[in-house]
């Protein structure tokens, strides 16, 4: 889509000669048409133009936008960055009260000298002197030529070219190495093996209170009730009271012969006997943990 120059013919005559078997005229028409060439074709049509010159910075950007076909603007920082290139140049060129044909040729130049970095892979010194020539082309020169083919005058010229340097040319590199470097995908998270609590039915234990809360529990995880679950604690509830009353009958027929003092003594005895292997129990388990819990720590500074 490189913009096409204005050339002389192989065979051409010098200025002020006509060759044979043409005319002024057809000749004059030839070079016209070979003027035309130059930054087409146009990158947004007359009636686009005239509809973003009525909306505002947010309007710009949307049609820009949607004429791009540019979907993924909140997750695809390239295309972002090439929307707001042509929404600022946009912008920017209203600002200078360009006609519509100026518009329509400098957003066309925009788009060739985007077009040279990202497909032809052209160089800032390359894309300078591009510049150069089409702005020799489209602008005032030295060479004498129709009025109707100057596009814009030696004021807008000189715009053009000190925008281009503190838009494109400034940050060509960094042009460069978007189009051109391969970005790696970075994946910010972690992977975690979950265990899910079973039903009590299998042998993994009911889950602790201050791990979850009964209601969370008994809503989500715990089975629903069935009518022999009920029936099953039912029975087992009247066995259970069945065989209290029988062992506190029995006690009572043991202890017949024992004073009071000696059913305390006996119960301070087995009280004590049993919180001293509580607290046994205990101190092994919490020395286990914390064993535990350093050779993780260790595992976790190694890594």
């Known amino acids: 889509m490189a913009a096409s120059l204005g050339t002389i013919p192989g065979g051409a005559t010098p200025s002020g000669a006509t060759p044979a078997g043409t005319t002024p005229e057809s000749e004059r028409n030839a070079e016209f048409q070979e003027h ?50 042509y929404v600022s140049g946009f912008l920017w060129a209203r600002g200078m009260n360009f006609s519509i044909v100026q518009h329509s040729k400098f957003m066309t130049l925009l788009d060739m000298l985007l077009h040279n970095l990202r497909t032809l892979h052209m160089s800032l010194e390359d894309s300078i002197k591009w510049l150069g020539e089409v702005m020799a082309e489209i602008g005032p020169t030295h060479i ?28 060509y590199k960094l042009y460069e190495f978007m189009f051109y470097s391969a970005r790696e995908e970075i994946v910010i998270g972690t992977e975690e093996v979950i265990e899910v609590v ?4 299998s042998p993994f234990p009911d889950p602790l209170e201050e791990g979850i809360s009964f209601e969370i529990y008994s809503k989500f995880i715990e089975p629903p009730l069935t009518m022999d679950t009920e029936m099953k604690g ?12 029988e062992t506190d009958t029995s006690d ?18 087995v009280t004590d006997d049993i919180f001293t ?21 260790e595992k976790l500074k190694k890594a």
């Open 252 to 269: 009572m027929d043991l202890l017949a012969g024992f004073t009071i003092e000696d059913i305390k003594s006996v119960l301070d005895q």
């Open 144 to 171: 004498q030529k129709p009025e109707e083919w100057i596009i814009f005058d030696v004021k807008q010229a000189n715009a053009i070219i000190d925008y281009l340097k503190i838009s494109l040319f400034q940050h």
């Open 36 to 85: 035309e060439k130059i930054l087409s074709p146009d990158f947004l049509s007359v009636s686009q133009i005239t509809d973003m010159l009525t909306e505002d910075a947010d309007g710009v950007q949307e049609k820009l936008g949607a004429f791009l076909n540019f979907k993924n603007l909140q997750t695809c920082l390239k295309d972002a960055i090439i929307l707001d290139y």
């Open 234 to 245: 039912l029975d087992q509830e009247q066995a259970s009271e069945e065989s209290q009353s």
């Open 277 to 297: 292997s509580i607290q046994t129990e205990i101190n092994e388990k919490l020395q286990i943990q914390e064993e535990a819990f350093n050779a993780r720590i």
């Open 198 to 201: 079973k039903p009590a039915s």
